[in-house]
């Protein structure tokens, strides 16, 4: 069965840190990648998806993911982050004709002034 | 621009009561999908459809059912409540299948006592 692994379930950065989360999926086949951010109160918002071409794909509001397909990885990166930018922030992969997402657990960005 | 609209938003079930949380978007989707989110984990998939008349099975379908009437609307059945039900439920639908993006709902805060 698919998985997806998320390295780290909390982060605390300061504003205008680097921010890179990690990423993994186990799934030999072919998949699509996709980063979701959801703000404190309000529902999942699409970031940023990978289905084919160029591995290093530019989403929303300054952030970018690199496709790694030797490492099954698919990390998420923005080079500063702002205050606005807590929330909770999920990698998904999904395979087949259903786009059925398989989620890792999350990861918990709080970002302080 | 409603999107994906869920009812209710928040829910307190006693044990062994039974309850429908609604779910309609206005996007001519074909695909639905429910999920549920449970603290520290990501969404898991408790059923799909694929259009009207058409539903399967996701990663957790046990104690819920669906039906899909109709184009727009998706309603998740909770029969018997169970304690292990309590968990934030999302509905999401795509235009179609692999390689469309997922939209989501603001989800719905179910407790069962």
């Known amino acids: 069965a698919q998985s997806v692994s998320q390295h780290n379930h909390h982060v605390i950065l300061s504003e205008a840190a680097s921010l890179e989360l990690g990423c993994n999926y186990s799934?030999?086949?072919?998949?699509?990648l996709f980063w979701y951010v959801q703000y404190p109160g309000q529902h999942l918002q699409l970031l940023l998806k990978?289905?084919?071409?160029?591995?290093l794909v530019k989403g929303i509001k300054g952030f970018e993911a690199e496709f790694i397909k030797s490492k099954f990885s698919f990390n998420l990166r923005k080079p500063s982050v702002q205050w606005s930018d807590t929330a909770e922030y999920f990698c998904a992969v999904s395979s087949g004709g259903y786009n059925k997402l398989i989620f890792g657990a999350g990861t918990r960005l709080a970002v302080h002034p | 621009n409603a999107g994906v609209t869920q009812t209710p938003k928040f829910r307190i079930l006693k044990i062994g009561q039974s309850m429908t949380l609604q779910c309609t978007q206005d996007m001519n989707h074909n695909y639905m999908y429910w999920y549920r989110q449970d603290p520290g984990m990501g969404l898991k998939l408790i059923y799909y459809s694929v259009g009207a008349g058409i539903t399967d099975k996701g990663e957790v379908p046990n104690g819920y059912n669906v039906s899909r009437s109709t184009t727009e609307d998706f309603p998740l059945r909770l029969e018997l409540a169970a304690p292990s039900q309590t968990s934030v439920y999302f509905c999401a639908s795509s235009s179609g299948g692999s390689g469309n993006t997922i939209y989501f709902g603001e989800g719905s805060w179910l407790t069962v006592v």
């Open positions: 990978y289905f084919s071409g160029d591995p």
């Open positions: 799934y030999g086949g072919t998949v699509n």
